[in-house]
C-alpha cells in the first residue's frame, strides 16, 4: 500500500492542487474544493491511491480531466520517502545500466508496481540528472529514457513470462501477452516523466511545473501543436461535443421561432388593459432550418483542425437542411460522401480525402487564391441566401495571389460567412499570411484548439 508524503501542510496543498486544475481549465468552485476537504478528512493519508480518487470523485467533471489530475495529484500528493532535496547514490557506469534494465524486466515481467516506483526513481536519479547551477531543471525524463530504453525489453519480458507459466503460448496468447508488457512499459515511461517533474519541482516549486510542465488536456492543445495520441483523444470526443451542441442549438432555435415582439398588434391588445402591455403579442417566425458549407484547408499542419471540425460538423448534420463539405490544396473538390463515411473510422479520414479527392495540381502546396476561385466558380449553386459558409485555415498563400474579388462573390451570396484561423492573430500578416486581407471581407476569428472551436460553433452556426 503507498503512503502519501508526509501530510503537514495538507490544506495547502489541496488549494495548490485546486488553483493548478483552474489554470489548466477546469471549472471547480468553492463548494467542490470543501467537499474534496472532507473527502480528505474521511480517508486520511494511509492510502495513497485512495487519496487520489477521493480527490479526483470531488474534483473532476469528466474522463477527458482524469490524465492532467493525475499529474498534477503526483506534484501536490507526492510518495512518501525520503526528505525533498537529499540526494541519492545511484551509481551511472554502463554495469549500472545493465544492471537496472534487468532488474525492470523482472518487475515488468512480475507486474509489481512498487518495484517499478523504485526502479524509476533510481533511474531518474542515476540517469536523468544534468546541470548543477540552482536555476538548471536538474532532471530530464527524456534523458533516462533514451539511455535506459525500456522499449527494447519487451522480448526479454515476454520470454520470463512464459518461463513463468511453464509453457509456450499460441500465437494469438502471444499478441496478448505482447500488448499487456507494451502497456506496462508504457506505464513505467509515465513512472519515469513523474518522478522527474517530481524532482524539478522540489527544486523550482509544485506550483511552477504543475502550470508550466504538465501538458493540458487535449480539448485545450493547439490544433498546430497536436501530435498524433493527441489527435486521436479529440476524434474520440466529436460525439459527445456534438450532442453537447446539438442541445444548445435546439435550444437557440426554440427561442428564435418564438420571434420578436409585434409592436402594432401589442399596443391594439394592450388597450383592453389601460394601455399596460400584459400581454406581449410576437412575430413568430416560420420553421426554416439553414443550410451550412464548409471550405477546409487539408494541407500540412492545418489539416488535424479541418479533419476535427469536419467530424463535428457531420455529427451535427441533423440540425441543418443541408451540410455540404469541400476540401482543398490547390486545387477544390466536395468530401461531403467521403466525410459520412469517415464517422465509422475518423482516424483514417485524412489519408482517405487525400487519397479519393482530387485537391492538389501541379504542385502541393496551399493556395487560396486558386482554391476559392474554382470554388466560386464550380459551386455556385451550393451557396445561397440561407447558406453560411465556414472557411477553415491559415490563410498562408505561399506567396500565390489571394484572389479577395472569389472570397467577396461568395460573401455576396451567401448569408454569412465565417473564417476560423488556427493561427494566434499575432501571426496574422506575417510571412506568406493574408489573414488581414481576408479578414477585411469577411469575419475571421482565431480557432486554436477543440474548447474555443466548441464555443465558437455554439454561438455562430445559424438557427
Not at 477544390?332 to 465509422?344: K, P
Amino acid at each position: 500500500m503507498s503512503t502519501v508524503a508526509p501530510a503537514g501542510g495538507a490544506a495547502e496543498r489541496l488549494t495548490g492542487l485546486v488553483a493548478a486544475l483552474r489554470a489548466h481549465g477546469f471549472r471547480i468552485g468553492t463548494g467542490e474544493t470543501v467537499d474534496a476537504g472532507h473527502a480528505l478528512e474521511a480517508v486520511g493519508f494511509t492510502d495513497r491511491e485512495r487519496v487520489r480518487e477521493a480527490l479526483a470523485a470531488t474534483l473532476l467533471h469528466g474522463v477527458l480531466q482524469r490524465t492532467v489530475f493525475d499529474r498534477v495529484f503526483d506534484l501536490y500528493f507526492p510518495l512518501g520517502g525520503g526528505a525533498p532535496g537529499t540526494p541519492e547514490a545511484y551509481g551511472d557506469t554502463p554495469a549500472d545500466l545493465a544492471a537496472l534494465r534487468d532488474r525492470l524486466a523482472e518487475a515488468l515481467a512480475a507486474g509489481d508496481g512498487a518495484a517499478l516506483d523504485r526502479l524509476a526513481a533510481e533511474a531518474v536519479g542515476g540517469f536523468g540528472g544534468f546541470g548543477s547551477g540552482p536555476e538548471s531543471d536538474g532532471w530530464s525524463s527524456y534523458r533516462t529514457l533514451s539511455r535506459l530504453r525500456p522499449e527494447t525489453l519487451l522480448a526479454r519480458v515476454r520470454d520470463r513470462v512464459r518461463a513463468a507459466t511453464g509453457a509456450a503460448d499460441p500465437e494469438f496468447a502471444d499478441r496478448l501477452l505482447e500488448d499487456e508488457i507494451r502497456r506496462r512499459i508504457e506505464a513505467f515511461r509515465e513512472r519515469v516523466r513523474t518522478e522527474a517533474r517530481r524532482r524539478v519541482a522540489e527544486r523550482q516549486g509544485r506550483d511552477r511545473v504543475a502550470r508550466r510542465a504538465v501538458a493540458g488536456t487535449a480539448d485545450r492543445v493547439d490544433f498546430l501543436l497536436a501530435g498524433r495520441e493527441q489527435l486521436d483523444e479529440l476524434r474520440r470526443t466529436v460525439r459527445p461535443l456534438a450532442r453537447k451542441l446539438a442541445t444548445r442549438l435546439a435550444a437557440r432555435r426554440r427561442r428564435a421561432a418564438r420571434g420578436e415582439i409585434d409592436l402594432r398588434r401589442t399596443l391594439r391588445g394592450s388597450l383592453s388593459t389601460g394601455g399596460v402591455p400584459v400581454r406581449p403579442v410576437l412575430r413568430r417566425r416560420p420553421p426554416r432550418r439553414p443550410e451550412l458549407v464548409l471550405l477546409c484547408d487539408v494541407s500540412g499542419s492545418v489539416a488535424g483542425f479541418a479533419q476535427f471540425t469536419m467530424l463535428l460538423v457531420q455529427a451535427l448534420h441533423d440540425q441543418f437542411s443541408r451540410v455540404r463539405v469541400f476540401a482543398f490544396v490547390n486545387r477544390v473538390d466536395e468530401v461531403t460522401h467521403l466525410i459520412a463515411r469517415g464517422a465509422a473510422d475518423p482516424a483514417g479520414l485524412g489519408d482517405r480525402i487525400l487519397a479519393e479527392a482530387r485537391l492538389t495540381g501541379w504542385h502541393g502546396q496551399s493556395d487560396y487564391g486558386t482554391s476559392l476561385g474554382e470554388f466560386a466558380e464550380r459551386y455556385a449553386e451550393a451557396v445561397g441566401p440561407r447558406t453560411v459558409v465556414f472557411v477553415l485555415g491559415d490563410a498562408r498563400t505561399n506567396g500565390a495571389d489571394p484572389h479577395l474579388a472569389a472570397l467577396r462573390s461568395v460573401a455576396d451570396r451567401a448569408r454569412r460567412v465565417h473564417w476560423l484561423n488556427p493561427e494566434q492573430p499575432s501571426l496574422w500578416g506575417t510571412g506568406d499570411s493574408v489573414a488581414p486581407a481576408y479578414a477585411g471581407l469577411v469575419e475571421m476569428r482565431p480557432c486554436r484548439n477543440a474548447h474555443q472551436l466548441g464555443s465558437l460553433i455554439s454561438r455562430l452556426l445559424p438557427v
